[in-house]
């Protein structure tokens, strides 16, 4: 048991964590009486327990949008997550069967995970019966916390073993406060909630009359991407493979290796399939059109190395490719990010070189 003093204000109400770091650094100034806040203990209640308590704002509605008979997607307008969106920056995507639904990344908050509930109340009165994670970053996951709250521990959460083990680990915590700062706490009392449920290529999983296929072909945007496939409507649920309007993050990930994972979602898709992403619109030629965007990069460091060409002029290399001259003035993050991303595929293609 510990006492941890907590701020309420004069009427007994708990400030949010949010008053907490505005008023507290007022203090020196004001003085707790003058700000209307108070010191008082709350017994059994420390630190962790505290935060898990306190929520930040509720994230505002956002109406549903069909894209078939089964699938419906809640857009994101935002590419990234600030403290004006609450971190709603990511797709969130559910199936809706005659047995409940099942939810295809679950976003970045509780919060954003009880306003995904409440959408979809509006479409079904179907309970939510599963949650597919597509990979460990953080606004794919952490909404689990308000499904898992929702519905109990029972609720099957799946994702690729590899995701499992990093947000277990160090990955989980990073994320989660990740996201506190960049939202400016709106995203305070999420809780790290883990997939519970293992799951692999090629497995389907038979949900009322709608049938969910899994593919995963190795290192892409990370190591453990989980593609979707809505056998039913011929619709796949690309995660952060590729996106519309925005160059992703591929850290984590590899360029040959997001080529095979796209060729080989094509061939199983066919020319009538849709793909999803979480960042952006859903498009029949996405998987092309940012592969092509891919390749403008990937090819001109594969040539630099070869010839022996260094980074800097690689890059100047990469930006006179017409595959990525003509996307540089509308894709987000474009200059911020495309000298890093260079550097990752030129330091892939050496390696490949060996």
């Known amino acids: 048991m510990c ?6 204000d004069l009427n007994g109400r708990i400030a949010t964590r949010r008053d907490m770091l505005v008023h507290l650094g007022r203090m020196g100034a004001m003085g707790a009486a003058g700000m209307g806040l108070a010191l008082t203990p709350m017994v059994h209640t420390c630190a962790g327990e505290l935060v898990d308590f306190i ?5 505002p509605d956002i109406a549903p949008r069909q894209l078939s008979p089964h699938v419906w997607m809640i857009p994101a307008k935002d590419p990234f997550p600030t403290a004006d969106n609450h971190g709603m920056m990511s797709n969130i995507v559910f199936v809706v ?11 970045a908050s509780l919060q954003i995970g009880h ?8 479409v079904t009165s179907k309970p939510v019966v599963a949650v597919f994670n597509s990979h460990f970053h953080g606004d794919h996951w952490l909404g689990n916390h308000a499904f898992a709250q929702a519905a109990g521990a029972k609720l099957p959460i799946y994702a690729l073993d590899y995701t499992t083990e990093q947000i277990q680990g160090h990955e989980g915590p990073l994320w989660r406060s990740l ?16 997939p519970n449920r293992s799951t692999s290529h090629g497995q389907e999983f038979r949900f009322g009359e709608v049938t969910l296929r899994m593919h995963h072909y190795g290192q892409a945007h990370t190591k453990g991407d989980l593609t979707v496939e809505v056998v039913n409507d011929k619709v ?3 995660g952060d493979l590729a996106m519309e309007n925005r160059i992703a993050n591929i850290d984590d990930g590899s360029y040959p290796g997001t080529f095979k994972t796209f060729d080989s979602l094509t061939q199983a898709g066919g020319k009538d ?9 859903p498009q029949k030629d996405l998987l092309h059109t940012y592969g092509t965007f891919l390749k403008g990069i990937w090819e001109p460091c594969q040539e630099a190395v070869k ?12 930006l006179k490719d017409p595959r990525v001259a003509r996307r540089a003035a509308t894709m987000l993050g474009f200059d911020s990010n495309i000298g890093k991303y260079t550097s990752l595929a030129y330091l892939e293609a050496e390696r490949e070189s060996f």
């Open 3 to 8: 006492n941890r003093p907590v701020l309420v």
């Open 55 to 59: 929520e930040g704002p509720p994230v």
């Open 97 to 107: 069967t005659r047995d409940g639904v099942v939810v295809l990344d679950s976003g």
């Open 115 to 122: 306003m995904v509930l409440r959408m979809i109340k509006t």
């Open 179 to 194: 996201m506190e700062r960049w939202t400016n706490q709106s995203t305070t009392g999420t809780t790290i909630t883990p």
């Open 236 to 238: 796949f649920h690309v």
């Open 273 to 281: 399939a849709l793909f999803v992403p979480c960042h952006g619109n």
């Open 307 to 318: 010839s022996e060409v260094p980074l800097a002029q690689a890059k100047d290399m990469v």
